[in-house]
């Protein structure tokens, strides 16, 4: 699918109403292209609270949002005559980013969430608004968001502010055919009117958690599918380095250290191991009481990546229910200011997670390295080469997988921690979540390398343990061995220009379908 097009007609629709939208919805929307639409339940709801903006904007005393200014500048009453202007003024001014323009999926994310939050009726804006930003989005255009500008308070307000300044019809956009246009012609040309805002819609359009929110929903999937991926390289690894399958034992786990990734990761390794001959040799030609570290305590770690990622899901699930927004109009009508907007709930697993990907590949690349060191990989040849000396094997793949490993540990420094004070010292304590989620998404593409590089050096070193034939592997390594060749990973042999075979491994990875073929053999992995 060309990820820059409109929405196809018979693209998977996601309607969104006054119930919560799922992590799935806005996988679809954000990577699958999905069409979306306003349901006639939200539309409703919206109609009400837009109503008690309507008489609030009529009284005499000053509403914050309705008929103020913003932040520092919230003293100020706004005469009605200004206030149309005043919010074209605050997004205008708002949309300040800076730097290169972040991926198309995670402004479709932003945008989606935010016109959820819209939907829910929590908002006082139009239905008029929320199903201009579905249109925009069904239309295949993306409003061009800069990589900096959010502090993760008060909302991701930059990011926000450039995709209300598209709303209307100003400002940058990609169109659906992935070119840069001015925003007012890509409205034009997909027959969509520019919103003018009324009271309180722009604040409404910028103030909250959802770009943070999104790139957080992302991440889950994406280490969902590498913490497996994870279990089959580690399982890959012992196999190859003739270890002992015995301490996946699952009494070994649940009943005795009850923590659920752990028992998870190593039932996944276990399950992946099955019905090797190559397993249980620990005590053979160079006997060993215990594997290293890295081996046998791979479920646990992976185990504890599963669990911060168990914790983070559910930290989005309850994101995803939300309606942030400041001030919000409550089912009784009251209009209430208040600091849902604060992005530390989201910002900490952001965190938490990219603290995971990093331990994740650290370990991995530990196993990588002990397969290389001829002292240590009982009997395999230095470096997985054909003629050390004279080839250097995998020698420098290991070098570009520490160096992934090493950005990962620099990556892991917490941005939650962080707060630098904003607007007059009125924002004096913001959350640095957008700056949290950045740094995640490159943690993540980064362990995707890292574990295909333990791919490569696994395959590799199973190849040669059974050269000779007389060595059975498990089924479903044998699985994965043959998915790594399919994909154009070689094996063993002279050395040979090396980085197509790590791209090779890469989208094997990315794709999902290393662990797809694994699972044809051991069934649902988790």
Not at 147 to 175: F, I, K, T
Not at 287 to 300: E, K, L, N
Request: glycine letters at 10%; hydrophobic letters at 50%; charged letters at 20%.
């Amino acid at each position: 699918m060309d990820m820059h097009s409109a929405p196809a007609a018979d693209a998977p629709l996601v309607q969104v109403g006054k119930a919560d939208v799922t992590a799935e919805d806005v996988l679809a929307v954000a990577r699958g292209n999905a069409r979306v639409e306003i349901g006639p339940d939200a539309l409703a709801e919206m109609a009400v609270s837009r109503a008690r903006i309507d008489a609030l904007a009529a009284e005499p005393r000053p509403v914050y949002g309705v008929s103020t200014g913003f932040g520092a500048l919230a003293v100020r009453h706004i005469s009605p005559e200004l206030r149309a202007q005043l919010q074209r003024s605050l997004v205008r001014s708002h949309a300040a980013g800076m730097g290169p323009a972040v991926e198309r999926e995670v402004t479709r994310a932003l945008m989606f969430l935010r016109m959820k939050t819209l939907a829910s009726g929590r908002t006082g804006v139009r239905p008029l608004v929320a199903q201009t930003m579905a249109a925009i989005l069904n239309a295949g255009i993306t409003p061009v968001v800069r990589e900096y500008g959010s502090l993760g308070c008060s909302g991701d307000l930059a990011p926000l502010s450039h995709c209300a300044l598209v709303l209307m019809g100003e400002g940058l956009a990609y169109g659906p055919d992935g070119a840069e246009h001015p925003a007012g012609e890509l409205l034009a040309a997909a027959g969509i009117t520019p919103v003018e805002l009324l009271e309180k819609e722009g604040l409404a359009l910028i103030n909250g958690t959802d770009g943070m929110l999104g790139m957080l929903v992302m991440a889950c999937a994406d280490l969902a599918r590498l913490f497996t991926t994870a279990d089959i390289t580690a399982a890959m690894s012992l196999e190859a380095l003739l270890g002992t399958e015995k301490v996946l034992a699952p009494e070994l786990h649940g009943p005795i250290r009850p923590h659920p990734g752990q028992a998870l990761s190593a039932a996944n390794m276990l399950a992946v191991l099955r019905g090797s001959g190559l397993t249980g040799h620990h005590q053979d030609d160079a006997p060993r009481v215990q594997d290293a570290y890295s081996i046998r305590c791979a479920p646990q770690v992976a185990g504890a990546g599963r669990d911060t990622l168990a914790h983070a899901r559910l930290v989005a699930e309850r994101e995803l229910a939300a309606s942030v927004d400041n001030p919000v109009v409550l089912p009784d009508g009251r209009v209430e200011s208040n600091g849902n907007f604060h992005g530390a709930p989201v910002a900490y697993v952001l965190d938490f997670l990219a603290i995971a990907a990093a331990d994740l590949g650290s370990i991995a690349e530990r196993r990588t390295d002990r397969l290389l060191d001829k002292s240590r990989s009982h009997g395999l040849p230095a470096f997985l080469a054909d003629d050390p000396g004279v080839d250097s094997g995998l020698m420098i793949a290991q070098y570009t997988q520490a160096a992934l490993v090493s950005e990962n540990k620099r990556l892991a420094v917490p941005a939650s921690v962080d707060s630098i004070p904003s607007s007059a010292m009125q924002e004096d304590h913001v959350s640095m979540g957008w700056s949290a989620a950045r740094k995640l998404r490159q943690a993540v593409d980064n362990l995707g390398r890292i574990l295909a590089v333990e791919l490569t050096a696994a395959a590799r070193a199973l190849e040669i343990r059974t050269v000779d034939g007389t060595a059975q592997l498990a089924p479903a390594t044998a699985a994965a061995l043959a998915a790594a060749r399919a994909a154009g990973v070689g094996g063993a042999g002279r050395d040979r220009f090396l980085a197509p075979d790590l791209d090779a491994a890469e989208a094997l990875v990315a794709s999902g379908a290393l662990v797809k073929a694994v699972e044809k053999v051991t069934g649902p992995l988790a």
